[in-house]
């Protein structure tokens, strides 16, 4: 079965570095993309990155970076020089790629890493 | 260009009451999905459309359901509301579905049910 671990329930980076939040996936699908969400504590889930399977290139948007590792089955997010709005919840995800067979929008969460950013 | 709406932001029902909640997915885009957050069981996926249709649907008893309309709105209903579906109710819209296409979110709908 689908499925997304985010190992590290909280984390904490200075304002200005970068830091990396992981995210590893299990899933038998050889088509299948991968997702980071940032979500404030006002609720909503603002799309921050998106990875395909077969994208050779790691993802990147902005201050954003997707560093994929297929073999290791492993999709880390790094943000790049760190602000204090950067500080939310963060969500990793992966969408099912048999788009025949129902997988569509349905997203599989990982539980979610609580980012705080220091000054 | 309009990012997903969903209103109303916020609702307080109580339990045996049913809810409607509404979508707006970004212009063109074409498949509407719905996912409930709760502190307990995280994001869970409740059910996607696309052209009216339901194409998919999460492990949710039939009190939830959903339809959409031909202009790519969507509506999700809640019958008889139990404590437990108190939720932050979310919204999202893709042009098709497809696997290699972003998937973006509205605000969400908090729901309270006293």
């Known amino acids: 079965a689908q499925k997304i671990t985010q190992t590290q329930p909280g984390m904490f980076v200075q304002e200005k570095e970068a830091v990396t939040l992981d995210c590893t996936y299990d899933?038998?699908?050889?088509?299948?993309?991968l997702f980071w969400y940032k979500q404030p504590s006002s609720g909503e889930m603002i799309f921050l990155i998106y990875?395909?399977?077969?994208?050779?290139q790691n993802a990147t948007e902005g201050r954003y970076s997707l560093n994929f590792q297929k073999a290791r089955k492993s999709a880390n997010l790094v943000i790049s020089a760190s602000q204090l709005g950067d500080s939310a919840m963060y969500f990793c995800?992966?969408?099912?790629?048999?788009?025949?067979?129902?997988?569509?929008?349905?997203?599989?969460f990982g539980a979610g890493t609580r980012l705080a950013v220091h000054p | 260009k309009a990012g997903v709406t969903q209103t109303p932001r916020y609702l307080i029902k109580t339990r045996g009451q049913q809810v409607t909640l509404s979508c707006s997915p970004i212009?063109?885009?074409?498949?509407v999905s719905w996912y409930q957050q709760t502190p307990g069981q995280g994001l869970q996926f409740l059910f996607e459309?696309?052209?009216?249709?339901?194409?998919n649907k999460g492990n949710f008893p039939g009190r939830f359901s959903g339809r959409q309309f031909s202009n790519s709105r969507s509506e999700m209903n809640v019958s008889t509301l139990e404590l437990g579906d108190s939720a932050l109710y979310l919204c999202?819209?893709?042009?098709?579905?497809?696997?290699?296409?972003?998937?973006?979110f509205g605000s969400g709908t908090q729901l309270s049910v006293l």
């Open positions: 999202a819209s893709s042009f098709q579905g497809r696997t290699n296409e972003k998937l973006f």
């Open positions: 899933t038998s699908d050889q088509s299948y993309g």
């Open positions: 990875q395909g399977s077969y994208d050779e």
């Open positions: 995800a992966m969408r099912e790629g048999r788009q025949f067979s129902g997988g569509y929008n349905k997203l599989i």
């Open positions: 212009s063109g885009h074409r498949s």
């Open positions: 459309y696309f052209s009216e249709t339901q194409r």
